[in-house]
């Protein structure tokens, strides 16, 4: 009968800490799933965004953390690296004005002597201000290449810890 009474009071407790941990855990998770799907919102917006043809896609990144300024908010970076023909002015004139639905202008960083412009260390999320954290063939860079970008700063992040 005691033994029985021991592993009914195990069982209870090991389902007490379960409960506990799921308590804890919940909002962590929600709110990681949804800064997730927001951030896969702005990445297939800006993948069904207009682009150049003389254009085509190295890589796309997508990144949530706190990027801009500090405090408790979550920043959400997508972009695509690209590989153009023509001349830069071309580009940059076919950017202008251009946004992603309701996400803001994007953003445009060429790429000079193999690296991002200096300025990328102050836009660009940690790590992908490097163009070799981009994972690009030395072949595929000898072109001209850019980043097109858009940096979302300031959504309350809640519990999910990438943004703290």
Same mark, same amino acid.
């Given at each position: 009968?005691?033994?029985?009474?021991?592993?009914?009071?195990?069982?209870?407790?090991?389902?007490?800490? @379960?409960?506990?941990?799921?308590?804890? /855990?919940?909002?962590? #998770?929600?709110?990681?799933?949804? %800064? =997730? +799907?927001? @951030?896969? +919102?702005?990445?297939?917006?800006?993948?069904?965004?207009? %682009?150049? =043809?003389?254009?085509?896609? #190295?890589? &796309?990144?997508? +990144?949530?953390? @706190?990027?801009?300024?500090?405090?408790?908010?979550?920043?959400?970076?997508?972009? *695509?690296?690209?590989?153009?023909?023509?001349?830069?002015?071309? #580009? *940059?004139? !076919?950017? &202008?004005?251009?946004?992603?639905?309701?996400?803001?202008?994007? *953003?445009? /960083? !060429?790429?000079?002597?193999?690296?991002?412009?200096?300025? &990328?260390?102050?836009?660009?999320?940690?790590?992908? =201000?490097?163009?070799? *954290?981009?994972?690009?063939?030395?072949?595929?860079?000898?072109?001209?290449?850019?980043?097109?970008?858009? /940096?979302?700063?300031?959504?309350?992040?809640?519990?999910?810890?990438?943004? %703290?």
């Amino acid at each position: 009968m005691q033994k029985r009474t021991v592993l009914t009071l195990a069982s209870a407790c090991i389902v007490l800490c @379960l409960v506990a941990c799921v308590i804890v /855990l919940a909002p962590v #998770i929600g709110d990681t799933m949804a %800064h =997730d +799907r927001k @951030l896969r +919102r702005y990445q297939a917006a800006l993948n069904e965004a207009q %682009h150049p =043809d003389d254009t085509s896609l #190295i890589r &796309a990144e997508k +990144r949530v953390g @706190l990027y801009a300024g500090n405090g408790n908010h979550c920043d959400y970076f997508v972009g *695509e690296l690209r590989r153009y023909a023509g001349s830069r002015q071309e #580009i *940059e004139a !076919f950017y &202008a004005g251009v946004s992603i639905e309701e996400y803001g202008l994007v *953003e445009l /960083l !060429f790429v000079e002597d193999g690296r991002f412009p200096e300025q &990328a260390r102050q836009t660009l999320p940690p790590k992908l =201000d490097e163009l070799a *954290e981009w994972s690009a063939s030395a072949a595929e860079l000898q072109a001209d290449v850019y980043l097109v970008y858009v /940096l979302v700063p300031g959504f309350d992040a809640g519990y999910d810890i990438r943004c %703290h």
